[in-house]
């Protein structure tokens, strides 16, 4: 069963072809708080990271009030995720009716896209769509005779991981540097220009015009228990056929690796699997291969589903290696703020680099460990737990591998 | 300096905006579009122009990755070191653009063409290796797919400066 990438639709006219826009049509019929009871019953799930149901976020916005925003997140730098890419080059109209019902449902007349400045091709595709739909009048004054008025405009970034993090990237919308801010108060309060704003990834928001077609009771059935739905699935790393893909939730990780990823390439042997972006648990291809894919399986076995990255280690990656890349990425990522997160994430990638170059000792892979527990939820946003829970887990499950280091005689590395 | 092109797209990008900051994005993006890199006299022309003080825009600029604050070759490439292209070879990418171009990270080649930079996650994962060349992305890199983009990215600049003779 698929939803979002089950039809491609690059133009307007594929798209309505293909029964677009009918659950645009469909909403002005109902009141914003039927709406958003419809995607409450579907048991759609924030599909950027966190988790966090879509339909409560919504009820967050207050009734009243002049002014309220709807943000799309399409920031998309995890490593390992490039699955709204995908629905941008195979059916961005998809997002743009989500967004327009879900302007509609919270009683926003702005929407915001909110893309990664390196993605112009994409940010470009976005432009066009856009210009499509303010054309059949899917966009700006009076939609479709109802009244209800939206824009959306799409706004580059220029190149900061951490502007996917929700009020860094309102910061960045803002024209300033993309710092996170304090919460409370939430977005859903004091988003953007002080006004309240939801902020919902692409995934979620593509997922939208099926659940109000079908209703949120057909969504809901899709999937295993609370994890309802499809999810997309980005992956890369030494599989047969590395891609996108959107698997209904719940599915063994094992009949996907075999059956829909071709299995691991010619020589190429399963060593670990980075699950949902490079900032959650790692786990042993033993554990991979016991899993299925839907939150609380993925929750179960130690990890989390996050963004659906799936990164596919093979044996001939040293995890050492491995570790520092990622620990570099985040320091280099840190936007300052905090103390935990700007030192603590310098201090480990300094650590892993020692023992990579051959001179660390025992007491630095504690040392790591150690400045890894105390990042861990002592910062303004989550980027610190991003690098601790990679590092407490690389060195939990392949310590062997950094004693290899210490020791000199790391077979992987020297090849 | 700002150009007087810019000056034209600067009322187009600010029209709509909700304030004096909210397009310093778009337009540190477009300055950078024109000339490659964005400079301090940039800077402080921006500043007249959009009323908000040169510290908050170099703030801004220095906050983000993609500007570049000093020059760079005509075509400027970044090769993604993340983990899915860095098992992918990524440092062989690397490591053959610095024999190939003779110029260590963010220097520029002799004839002006080329620099690079080693950059994070460029979000195209399942292709990897991934090197961006300006704003556009070459996907499923390898050492000979490199030669020859840059073969060709030479072979362009040759028929470009015939026809300007």
Redesign the interface.
């Known amino acids: 069963m698929k939803i979002l990438l089950e039809k491609e639709a690059f133009d307007i006219e594929t798209y309505v072809k293909n029964g677009g826009y009918a659950a645009l049509k469909k909403v002005f019929n109902l009141k914003p708080e039927n709406v958003i009871d419809e995607v409450k019953r579907s048991n759609l799930r924030g599909r950027g990271g966190a988790g966090f149901p879509t339909g409560m976020k919504w009820s967050f916005i207050p009734k009243s009030g002049p002014k309220k925003y709807l943000v799309c997140n399409s920031d998309e730098s995890e490593p390992g995720t490039f699955k709204d890419r995908e629905i941008i080059h195979k059916n961005p109209h998809s997002l743009l009716e989500g967004m327009i019902i879900a302007g509609y449902a919270i009683g926003a007349a702005k929407g915001y896209i909110y893309i990664r400045g390196e993605f112009a091709r994409e940010a470009r595709i976005l432009e066009k769509v856009i210009a499509e739909a303010r054309n059949r009048k899917y966009l700006g004054k009076n939609i479709l005779s109802s009244g209800f008025d939206f824009e959306i405009t799409v706004v580059r970034g220029a190149g900061a991981y951490i502007c996917g993090e929700e009020t860094a990237l309102l910061e960045s919308i803002e024209g300033k540097k993309g710092q996170p801010r304090l919460k409370p108060p939430f977005p859903a309060l004091v988003g953007l220009y002080g006004s309240p704003t939801v902020i919902n990834n692409v995934e979620t928001l593509a997922a939208v015009p099926y659940i109000i077609v079908k209703g949120g009771d057909a969504y809901a059935k899709l999937g295993a228990g609370k994890s309802a739905g499809t999810k997309l699935f980005s992956v890369s790393g030494p599989v047969r056929k590395p891609g996108v893909y959107e698997i209904e939730m719940g599915l063994p990780f094992k009949k996907f690796l075999e059956e829909q990823l071709g299995g691991m390439k010619d020589g190429e042997k399963l060593k670990a699997v980075i699950m949902g972006g490079s900032s959650v648990p790692v786990l042993t291809a033993e554990e991979a291969l016991k899993t299925n894919l839907d939150y609380e399986s993925l929750a179960e076995a130690g990890t989390m589903l996050g963004s659906g990255g799936m990164i596919i280690i093979p044996e001939r990656q040293c995890m050492a290696e491995a570790l520092w890349v990622l620990a570099r990425f985040y320091h280099h990522e840190s936007c300052g703020q905090c103390a935990p997160c700007r030192e603590g994430s310098g201090w480990i990638e300094k650590i892993l680099r020692r023992v990579l170059e051959g001179g660390g000792s025992e007491k630095d892979l504690d040392d790591a460990r150690e400045i890894a527990e105390n990042m861990m939820g002592k910062t303004i946003c989550p980027l610190a737990d991003a690098l601790a829970m990679p590092t407490i887990s690389f060195l939990k499950k392949f310590r062997s591998e950094f004693v290899k280091h210490l020791e000199g005689n790391c077979e992987l590395c020297r090849k | 300096m700002l150009s007087e092109n810019f000056k034209t797209n600067y009322k187009k990008i600010t029209e709509?905006a909700?304030?004096a900051?909210?397009?310093?994005?778009?337009l540190?993006?477009e300055i950078q579009r024109e000339n490659r890199h964005i400079g301090e006299e940039d800077l402080n022309g921006l500043s007249e122009l959009t009323g908000l003080p040169y510290a908050r825009i170099k703030?801004?600029l220095t906050?983000?990755?993609?500007?570049n604050a000093k020059k760079t070759g005509k075509y400027h490439l970044q090769v993604c070191?993340?983990?899915?292209c860095?098992?992918?070879g990524a440092p062989n990418l690397l490591k053959r653009l610095k024999e190939k171009l003779k110029i260590k990270e963010n220097e520029i080649s002799d004839d002006g063409l080329f620099s690079y930079s080693e950059?994070?996650?460029?979000?195209?994962?399942?292709?990897?290796p991934v090197v961006?060349v300006n704003?556009?992305?070459h996907e499923n890199m390898d050492t000979l797919k490199l030669d020859k983009l840059i073969e060709e990215l030479k072979a362009i600049q040759g028929q470009r400066s015939k026809g300007t003779k």
């Open positions: 709509k909700e304030n900051q909210s397009s310093l994005l778009a540190l993006h703030t801004v906050f983000y990755n993609m500007y070191r993340n983990l899915s860095h098992m992918a950059v994070e996650c460029l979000g195209a994962c399942g292709t990897a961006s704003e556009t992305y």
